[in-house]
């Protein structure tokens, strides 16, 4: 099965057919090798807590994965490790993202989108991505990090290349990677020099007091928080305001009660999440899933996706429901890999939709023709034009 033909504009439309012809699929996968796809709720929950299923690239048969390449100052990250290491650092940076450290962040987060609202004037048009989704998780997550202003338009810029990159320039993918990692190189470098009340001086120091933190596994944490924190946040809340303009009735029903919209961030997260195809896992020895046996070291994509519009858990599941369950949703994983920053996604999410519906009631669809991203990694808008 080749996963570009229809994937990218019509995804669940794909996905339906995989779930309903077969639990496990043999695939091309992104990076041009056979693979495994992994398409119904109940496997693909249970594949993201099998331990057999590794993260890490070392248990690949030789020549059967390719995926993007990072140099080991950033591709030591939680992404790419089991236990016992993938637990002692989520150990170490977890505290930051506790649901009481986010409520904290709360009302910067509502200053940050006020001032950004305040820039689109009375009424108009506007790109919501490019003006609102984008720049409010950067500013969030900039200003946890402790980033200066005049660099987070440029990780902006290297974060997007890398999600979705251009095929008219085959190398702006590792430009990208050699400038973040140089940025970052200095910003720590300056950050030992003087400390500030910021994340990345909290997880200098811990490395420092030797706990156990190498040096890549610092730089590959500072880089994942950066990245991960944007663009995920990017993704949930410009698909979240798109649901909701595709639904009217939805919408009016989120106007009339907005103490609904804790709860309607978890189905604008099921519906349309931000990860289009899956993450993969390498099998440690021969793995059953779905009746289907996976030998050792070969690529499995489990979708996330595709589960969380499987009809077996979510009844109607291409209609976008604010009064349903649900709870159980994967879209930020599940398990001892869960998603550390959901707790501020959700925030960023729930205060990002609140602020925008309540300052412009008359918010529209400037154009019904929706491009979506031509990227396999995240499920995302290229823009996002609106009348208010």
Known sequence: MDLADGLIDHPYDVYARLRDSAPVHRITGPDGTPAWLVTRYEDVRAALGDPRLSLDKAHATAGTYKGFALPPALDANLLNMDPPDHTRIRRLV???FTPRRVEHLREPIRRTADRLLDGFGPHGT??????YAAPLPITVICDLLGIPDE???DFRVWTDTLVAPDPARPGAGREAVVAMLGHLT????DKRVEPADDL????????????RLTEDELMSLAFLILFAGYENTVQLIG???LALLQHPEQLAALRKDPARLPAAVEEFARYEGPALFGIRRF???DVTIGGVTVPAGETVWVSLSAANRDPA???????????RDASGHLALGQGIHYCLGAPLARAETEVAVGALLERFPELALADEDIRWRSSLRARGLLALPVTY
């Not at 990345?200 to 706990?211: F, K, N, P």
């Not at 858990?313 to 009064?323: A, I």
Request: no cysteine.
């Open 200 to 211: 990345l001086s909290d997880l200098i120091a811990v490395r420092d007091e030797g706990d």
């Open 126 to 131: 506007i790109d919501l991505v490019a003006a």
């Open 239 to 241: 698909n979240a305001v």
């Open 283 to 285: 099998p440690t020895e």
């Open 313 to 323: 858990r979510f009844p109607d599941p291409d209609r976008l429901d604010l009064g």
């Open 151 to 153: 660099h987070r338009l």
């Open 186 to 189: 200095r910003l720590l470098a």
């Open 94 to 96: 977890s505290r930051a």
